[in-house]
DNA sequence: TTTGAATATTTGAATGTTTCGATGTTTTAT
DNA sequence: ATAAAACATCGAAACATTCAAATATTCAAA
């Protein structure tokens, strides 16, 4: 992983309500709908929309079709290898 | 660790500025002067003062004046805290 | 106690981010 | 077909960040 990928994934992480969506997934088994992330968040449609996409633009997230609605899956070995690089900083 | 404080660390996380600024603890034994960074980074020295500052302000460095110097530690505890943390978000 | 070296702060311009309202697209149900 | 639901995109306002130039501070040495 290099220096930009961590700077991106860094950037995807560095806001409170993009925190708060990640770590509803530890609580639902792995999996949300867009519309739960949307009650979630005192936030209008377009701006969770937008939070949603940061991550999976960061490759944190991916996402899959249903119909109409949108699941999102954590992604866990990006999520490990960010872990992994900042280990790589301690000495 | 609570979520203000993620987001703050991961801010200062999410410039490859700072990004190779705490990558150079690893090669010199932990500790580096505010005139190394200097010379490493392409950048006007209050540009990297002020990068310094956005790692001392989220606690991932520690400063220490040493006469005119300023020596910067990296603080190994927050890193392993917030890596803590995003471990956390794994289920 | 003045000088000079090392670092910090301030300022302002350029750029990026967050948010919302309005609108667009896709899909399901009637 | 039409309407409604779920989500995305656009446009603009508000705010934050980045960077460099100028200036200030702090400290050691002369």
Redesign the pocket.
Known sequence: MDNKKIEKIS?AL??A?RIAILQQFKKRKDCL???EV?DLLD?????V??????LVDADLLL?Q?E????KYVLNQQVLNDYIACLNELKS
């Open positions: 950037k560095s806001d309500n709908y867009c519309a949307n936030l209008t449609q377009p701006s929309s937008h939070h949603l996409k940061q996402s079709k119909g109409r609605n949108l």
